[in-house]
């Protein structure tokens, strides 16, 4: 039914609208999203019982009318601790994407923009951060940060700088070789002039596209790192070390590592459709496809 009423909704509007919306699948993805966002603010406030009370006399019970995601190892209610993992699921996300956003584009545009020796230091260092393995380098970044949320977001973030910074890099080398930036340099504008009013507002469909597709991967690191015991420190929850605390329950009761799965995989589903709906609408060659 929600299908049909975005379909009509959408057949309803003028053809040039059409073009600057989704598709019903980006639709869907983005409603989605805005959903995990809405219950990573009010999440704390609208679960059924609190995510980190114990109740030793309800332990490991099937999912029911009363705890409708069952209840884990120490009784906690599972759809608790699922809404509450969502909140520092989505700030990884959003906090890893952004940090890597903003170094990546200053380093790709100083790179791109002044070339020679700035260019040089600057792929030196891209290189060299893409020669560590990702993970190793995220861990030795958290050895010396220490464990926790944030500092998790900076390690996943200083790992995906170099993506940002060489497409950014493209991006304002593409930019330079046209003919209003040769025009603002007659016209006497300054170098930051120039970068902020004719550089950076030409590159920014790449960038939203990269940042899209770097959310999905942020939170699947995040997701990955908790795993291993670098995400929020217990026993508040978050999808990586949930499903790690059920994997010795795996042969008895296989049911426990559901949920948290299966709420995180929607998650990253969704924000890889609404990249694909971004690029789409972004990238003309691949509306045309």
Not at 128 to 145: C, N, T
Not at 200 to 210: E, Y
Not at 221 to 249: C, K
């Amino acid at each position: 039914m929600t299908t049909e009423l975005t379909a009509t909704i959408v057949n309803t509007l003028p053809e040039r609208a059409k073009r600057k919306l989704p598709s019903p699948v980006g639709l869907v993805a983005f409603s989605v999203i805005g959903l995990f966002i809405l219950f990573a603010v009010i999440g704390p406030w609208v679960v059924p019982y609190p995510p980190n009370e114990l109740n030793v006399g309800e332990r490991l019970l099937r999912p029911s009318g009363e705890f409708l995601f069952g209840t884990d190892a120490l009784g906690r209610d599972q759809l608790s601790r699922v809404l509450t993992a969502i909140r520092p699921a989505v700030i990884a996300a959003f906090a890893a994407t952004g940090f890597a956003l903003i170094l990546g584009t200053l380093l790709g545009i100083a790179a791109g923009f002044w070339g020679g020796k700035v260019d040089s230091i600057v792929s030196r260092i891209i290189d060299f951060l893409f020669a560590i393995p990702e993970y190793l380098l995220a861990i030795l970044v958290l050895a010396i940060l220490g464990r926790g949320l944030m500092n998790a977001a900076i390690a996943i973030g200083i790992v995906f700088i170099p993506r940002f910074a060489r497409t950014v890099r493209s991006a304002t080398q593409e930019v330079m070789s046209r003919n209003y930036i040769s025009a603002a340099k007659l016209c006497g504008r300054s170098e930051m002039s120039i970068m902020a009013r004719h550089v950076l507002p030409n590159i920014t469909s790449p960038l939203i596209v990269i940042s899209a597709i770097n959310l999905s991967m942020s939170s699947g690191a995040y997701a990955a790192l908790s795993f291993l015991g670098f995400g929020v420190r217990p026993p508040d929850p978050d999808f990586g070390s949930m499903i790690s605390d059920s994997l010795q329950y795996i042969g008895s009761d296989a049911w426990l590592i559901v949920p948290p799965a299966a709420v995180f995989v929607i998650f990253i589903l969704a924000i890889n459709l609404a990249g694909d709906a971004i690029r789409d609408l972004l990238d003309p060659k691949s509306q045309k496809a």
